[in-house]
């Protein structure tokens, strides 16, 4: 084997290895971005603990053993992969694209399931992972928090009886 046909199959083995441990890739097309709003784009995702890298098609088809993915390989492609939270990268690009018509989302690979265009948009619009556990923590709480007013309330209540009647015997 030559030197360089080692070099590809090592980038693809660790492309592919990237690509199977992270829990969401976005696949998208940077076509007519500047250098400013690449930056821009890869600033907000690695604040995010969010990879963006750019890569070749033909290194992809062969990190990916799944040959729907080629429809969506005919332009430049940069991928993004998020090992955490899948809703995060999707809502960033989401979001940068909508601001910048150059960057369009391809597709998704969600698990193993290659997603479309419109699945990644519409994880985008899903609430984080962070955001349903704070909505968890709200709704688990609200029943005390209710019964505690709710105790406090009658508490309350015997009081202004008691006051009442201090009012009505002070006064006699």
């Excluded at 784009?41 to 604040?47: E, F, G, P, S």
């Excluded at 960033?92 to 601001?99: H, L, Q, V």
């Amino acid at each position: 084997m030559g030197k360089l046909k080692l070099e590809k199959e090592k980038q693809a083995s660790e492309l592919s290895d990237m690509i199977s441990r992270a829990s969401f890739v976005v696949f998208t097309d940077f076509k007519g971005l500047n250098v400013a709003e690449v930056t821009e784009l890869r600033v907000k995702l690695r604040k995010a603990k969010v990879e963006y890298h750019v890569v070749k098609n033909t290194l992809l088809k062969r990190s990916i053993n799944n040959s729907d993915i080629e429809q969506y390989l005919n332009s430049p492609t940069a991928i993004a992969l998020s090992y955490q939270d899948p809703i995060i990268p999707a809502k960033i690009i989401k979001e940068f694209s909508d601001a910048h018509e150059n960057l369009k989302i391809k597709a998704g690979i969600l698990g193993n399931k290659i997603i479309s265009q419109a699945d990644v948009k519409y994880l985008a619009q899903l609430v984080s992972k962070e955001q349903l556990i704070v909505q968890l923590l709200v709704q688990m709480k609200s029943p005390i928090v209710r019964l505690v007013n709710t105790l406090s309330g009658s508490i309350r209540k015997l009081i202004y009886v008691i006051e009442a009647i201090k009012k009505v015997k002070g006064s006699k």
